[in-house]
């Protein structure tokens, strides 16, 4: 049984910071993937940023250069380091990792729950971020 719990949201001034963190628990040695997705209830699933096993990292093109995503994996802890947030940053972010058939990491995580079966992946409860103008 695998769990992911983030925390380090809330609510910032466009143009601040704010440092995502997500522990994951049970097998975690099976992950390929690991990464974090926007997506509030109801809401379309917005990737963000993805980590594979050989700690290559790719973003989605609206968060390039200002978001860093990185992992300890001693502690089984992944990050996502938010600067120069804006307006449009604001959202639920969910921590998500991924075992099983290996794919590229974005499309992965895109395609989880989707194309890819829910067996195949954990996700947390999400912590939100919120950005004021």
């Known amino acids: 049984y695998v769990q992911m719990v983030e925390s380090g949201g809330g609510q910032v001034q466009a143009g601040g910071s704010l440092k995502l963190s997500c522990t994951a628990s049970g097998k975690t040695e099976d992950f390929y993937c690991m990464g974090w997705f926007a997506q509030a209830p109801g809401k379309k699933r917005e990737v963000i940023a993805g980590i594979d096993t050989g700690d290559m990292t790719s973003y989605a093109d609206s968060v390039k250069g200002r978001f860093t995503i990185s992992r300890d994996s001693a502690k089984n802890t992944l990050y996502l380091q938010m600067d120069s947030l804006k307006f449009e940053d604001t959202d639920l972010y969910h921590c998500?990792?991924?075992?099983?058939?290996?794919?590229?990491?974005?499309?992965?995580?895109?395609?989880?729950?989707?194309?890819?079966?829910?067996?195949?992946?954990?996700w947390g409860q999400g912590t939100q971020v919120t950005v004021s103008s």
């Open positions: 998500v990792a991924i075992w099983g058939p290996r794919q590229e990491c974005l499309s992965a995580i895109k395609a989880l729950g989707v194309t890819l079966p829910v067996d195949y992946g954990a």
